[in-house]
Nanobody, 125 residues
Framework: QVQLVESGGGLVQAGGSLRLSCAAS????????MGWFRQGPGKEREFVAT????????FYADSVKGRFTISRDNPKNTVYLQMNSLKPEDTAVYYC??????????????????WGQGTQVTVSS
């Protein structure tokens, strides 16, 4: 079993930046595909970004491409989401997710076998 704990959410003005962190328990998590989803008010949960096991292959939703960057520090079992040029439409609860598989190249959204509890990101206009 893997536990995922997010941190780093908050309130930021449009155009600002935030960095989310996700700490994963369990040594095997460092080999799994990791990523982020979000759920805005009144919306379905949507995929944001994913990284292969070593961070060398990443995939992003079109809505965040060029603004968000996913990275990971495997010795620390931590995944990050650097969010720049934030927009009010980025307001959502952001969830860390893990797929119980080791992927060399990511070419699309991940499944989401395990989930964190979420962290709120609010972008004011």
């Amino acid at each position: 079993q893997v536990q995922l704990v997010e941190s780093g959410g908050g309130l930021v003005q449009a155009g600002g930046s935030l960095r989310l962190s996700c700490a994963a328990s369990g040594r095997t998590a460092s080999t799994w595909t990791m990523g982020w989803f979000r759920q805005g008010p009144g919306k379905e949960r949507e995929f944001v970004a994913t990284s292969n096991w070593n961070g060398h292959s990443t995939f992003y939703a079109d809505s965040v491409k060029g603004r968000f960057t996913i990275s990971r520090d495997n010795p620390k079992n931590t995944v990050y989401l650097q969010m720049n040029s934030l927009k009010p439409e980025d307001t959502a609860v952001y969830y860390c997710a893990a797929d119980r598989m080791m992927t060399t190249v990511v070419t699309g959204p991940m499944r989401g076998d395990y989930w964190g509890q979420g962290t709120q990101v609010t972008v004011s206009s």
